[in-house]
């Protein structure tokens, strides 16, 4: 049984055609959209982050917002970028809506994308130490935080206070948080090393690298790798993978105006030095989307599917395309609506 959520990246920019013209349009029609998707008997609502662009920034408010309007989906980000985070103001803000949501957080983390600010995570005040990188950042945030929400004590009491000195853990603290925080990894090498840390594998739909195959396939082997990983490091519990897919149903003429009439082919790009395999969109008639999507080897083998929105279009369009995607597209690779 799988599981699907939409995944918006949320853009707002007053140009014609826009239904979120502003980031109070955005940030409400997001709240808006997540009901509309578990009333569709989705199961997760999933957003990217982004800085110093016209899309959704600081997520916990907005999480918390959801996890407190919804009651059964999952909430979820996809992914933050861990360079601009101080890892326990973090924490205690990750608690707080995971506590609001009462459990339902997923939390996709990762070293983040390339993006239009030069090292903007240091105007944030996160400058990478001598010798390191902003990879070396993000991952030494990562780790802070992922001690900080198992409840380790992160600093020292005042004596004067406590009548003596003891760790103190970050609060409020979230039973079962720790398990389920996602790491986004772009190449093969990145999901072992996820899997070494004991992380879920969160996979988009671009890998860093390219080795001439198509896209499902390369990311099949990163699965896999992972898999394979995770079970070399002797982890009890049974991880989560995700992948995330643009996948566009054409009911009218409208929505061929928008985004033509077929699926595209996987691209290559060149991507953070190097060459980079986008994933193909899928874009047709829904009984043509759901068998090309039951051929999708990466998305048969994941457990999550994170289904990628125009959230521009508005809560209306975007509530129209995921309920023809429930009905439709979904079935062929073993999903059913949760009510």
Same mark, same amino acid.
């Given at each position: 049984?799988? @599981?699907?959520?939409?995944?918006?990246?949320?853009?707002?920019?007053?140009?014609?055609?826009?239904?979120?013209?502003?980031?109070? *349009?955005? $940030?409400?029609?997001?709240?808006?959209?997540?009901? +509309?998707?578990?009333?569709? /008997?989705?199961? =997760?609502?999933?957003?990217?982050?982004?800085?110093?662009?016209?899309? $959704?920034?600081?997520?916990?408010?907005?999480?918390?917002?959801?996890?407190?309007?919804?009651?059964?989906?999952?909430?979820?980000?996809?992914?933050?970028?861990?360079?601009?985070? @101080?890892?326990?103001?973090?924490?205690? *803000?990750?608690? +707080?809506? *995971?506590?609001?949501?009462?459990? !339902?957080?997923?939390?996709?983390?990762?070293?983040?994308?390339?993006?239009?600010?030069?090292? =903007?995570?240091?105007?944030?005040?996160?400058?990478?130490?001598?010798?390191? %990188?902003?990879?070396?950042?993000?991952?030494?945030?990562?780790?802070?935080?992922?001690? +900080?929400?198992?409840?380790?004590?992160?600093?020292?009491?005042?004596?004067?206070?406590?009548? #003596?000195?003891?760790?103190?853990?970050?609060?409020?603290?979230?039973?079962?948080?720790?398990?389920?925080?996602?790491?986004?990894?772009?190449?093969?090498?990145?999901?072992?090393?996820?899997?070494?840390?004991?992380? %879920?594998?969160?996979?988009?739909? $671009?890998?860093?690298?390219?080795?001439?195959?198509?896209?499902?396939?390369?990311?099949?082997?990163?699965?896999?790798?992972?898999?394979? +990983?995770?079970?070399?490091?002797?982890?009890? !519990?049974?991880?989560?993978?995700?992948?995330?897919?643009?996948?566009?149903?054409?009911?009218? *003429?409208?929505?061929?105006?928008?985004? /033509?009439?077929?699926?595209?082919?996987?691209?290559?790009?060149?991507?953070?030095? =190097?060459?980079?395999?986008?994933?193909?969109?899928?874009?047709?008639?829904?009984?043509? $989307?759901?068998?090309?999507?039951?051929?999708?080897?990466?998305? #048969?083998?994941?457990?999550?599917?994170?289904?990628?929105?125009?959230?521009?279009?508005?809560?209306?369009?975007?509530?129209?395309?995921? =309920?023809?995607?429930?009905?439709?597209?979904?079935?062929?690779?073993?999903?059913?609506?949760?009510?």
């Amino acid at each position: 049984m799988k @599981n699907v959520g939409f995944l918006s990246f949320g853009h707002y920019q007053a140009i014609s055609g826009s239904r979120t013209r502003t980031a109070s *349009d955005v $940030l409400l029609q997001s709240i808006e959209l997540a009901e +509309a998707a578990e009333e569709l /008997g989705l199961d =997760g609502a999933y957003f990217r982050v982004h800085h110093f662009a016209r899309q $959704l920034a600081s997520p916990f408010p907005l999480l918390a917002a959801v996890g407190a309007r919804t009651q059964r989906i999952e909430i979820g980000t996809g992914v933050i970028d861990m360079r601009y985070e @101080n890892p326990l103001y973090m924490a205690e *803000d990750a608690a +707080a809506a *995971d506590l609001i949501s009462q459990g !339902r957080l997923q939390l996709g983390i990762s070293r983040g994308s390339p993006e239009t600010a030069l090292r =903007g995570y240091e105007a944030f005040g996160h400058v990478p130490a001598e010798g390191q %990188n902003d990879a070396d950042l993000a991952r030494e945030h990562t780790e802070v935080f992922r001690r +900080a929400i198992t409840g380790e004590g992160m600093v020292l009491s005042d004596p004067r206070m406590t009548g #003596r000195q003891i760790e103190l853990p970050v609060m409020p603290q979230a039973p079962g948080l720790a398990d389920r925080i996602w790491w986004g990894s772009g190449t093969r090498a990145t999901a072992e090393w996820t899997a070494a840390q004991g992380m %879920n594998l969160m996979s988009s739909t $671009l890998l860093t690298e390219d080795t001439g195959v198509p896209f499902d396939q390369l990311q099949l082997e990163q699965i896999e790798r992972f898999h394979s +990983a995770w079970a070399a490091a002797g982890w009890t !519990r049974q991880p989560r993978v995700s992948v995330s897919r643009s996948v566009i149903p054409i009911l009218d *003429d409208t929505d061929r105006a928008y985004f /033509g009439e077929r699926s595209g082919d996987d691209q290559l790009g060149y991507l953070d030095g =190097g060459i980079a395999r986008f994933g193909k969109s899928y874009v047709g008639e829904p009984d043509v $989307l759901a068998e090309e999507l039951a051929k999708d080897v990466a998305v #048969r083998e994941a457990d999550s599917l994170l289904l990628t929105v125009p959230n521009q279009l508005g809560v209306a369009y975007n509530q129209r395309l995921l =309920g023809a995607l429930a009905e439709h597209v979904l079935p062929a690779i073993g999903w059913s609506p949760r009510r």
